[in-house]
């Protein structure tokens, strides 16, 4: 079965700082991957995706990701956070079963706080 | 706002009854998958239902069922609650046709006491 692994569960920076959330999972076979946001007291939204083609994507409000094959990671950057990047992340992935279906499969997250 | 609806938005049942969780889809979407989020966890996947039938399933019990009707509108069925079952359940929706990210809803918050 497939897994995601978020390897910082909490990050405390200040603005400005760099930020850098690791996700790798384990599966074999094609995979669609996902980084969701969920800032306090709303629902779950899309940061950014990857299908296909040019490994670095790049999403809302300044984040980007870097799709490495061969490490099976998915890592989420943003060179300069702000308070309002305060929120809790999750890496997700779309495994591709038999029959056209595919299964989504959730990491644990990292809650970021950042610091004016 | 995301056009997936859930209801309700709270709840609190006793260990031992039965739950009905609702979810109504985002327009054009065919697919509602359902997931438990466990506070601190990240969300963990229930079930999946494509035009009226499950397509996958995640590491659940019997216990919980689902349907989807014709307008691709879902329910979530727990029966024989337990203290575990706790939880933030969400609902997204999505189009399995063309492999779209999927939307949330807000989530119904159960605590079953």
């Known amino acids: 079965a497939q897994s995601v692994s978020q390897h910082n569960h909490h990050v405390i920076l200040s603005e400005a700082a760099s930020l850098e959330l690791g996700c790798n999972y384990s599966y074999g076979g094609t995979v669609n991957l996902f980084w969701y946001v969920q800032y306090p007291g709303q629902h779950l939204q899309l940061l950014l995706k990857y299908f296909s083609g040019d490994p670095l994507v790049k999403g809302i409000k300044g984040f980007e990701a870097e799709f490495i094959k061969s490490k099976f990671s998915f890592n989420l950057r943003k060179p300069s956070v702000q308070w309002s990047d305060t929120a809790e992340y999750f890496c997700a992935v779309n495994a591709h079963a038999s029959g056209g279906s595919y299964i989504p499969t959730f990491g644990r997250g990292t809650s970021l706080i950042v610091h004016p | 706002e995301t056009g997936v609806t859930q209801s309700p938005t709270h709840l609190i049942k006793t260990r031992g009854q039965q739950v009905t969780l609702r979810c109504s889809s985002q327009?054009?979407?065919?697919?509602v998958s359902w997931y438990q989020q466990a506070l601190g966890q990240g969300p963990q996947f229930i079930f999946q239902y494509y035009r009226e039938e499950e397509n996958g399933r995640g590491n659940f019990p019997p216990r919980f069922s689902g349907l989807q009707f014709p307008n691709y509108s879902s329910e979530l069925n727990v029966n024989a609650l337990e203290l575990d079952d706790s939880a933030l359940y969400l609902c997204a929706s999505s189009s399995r046709d063309t492999n779209t990210e999927a939307f949330f809803g807000q989530g119904t918050r159960l605590t079953v006491v």
């Open positions: 327009s054009g979407h065919n697919t």
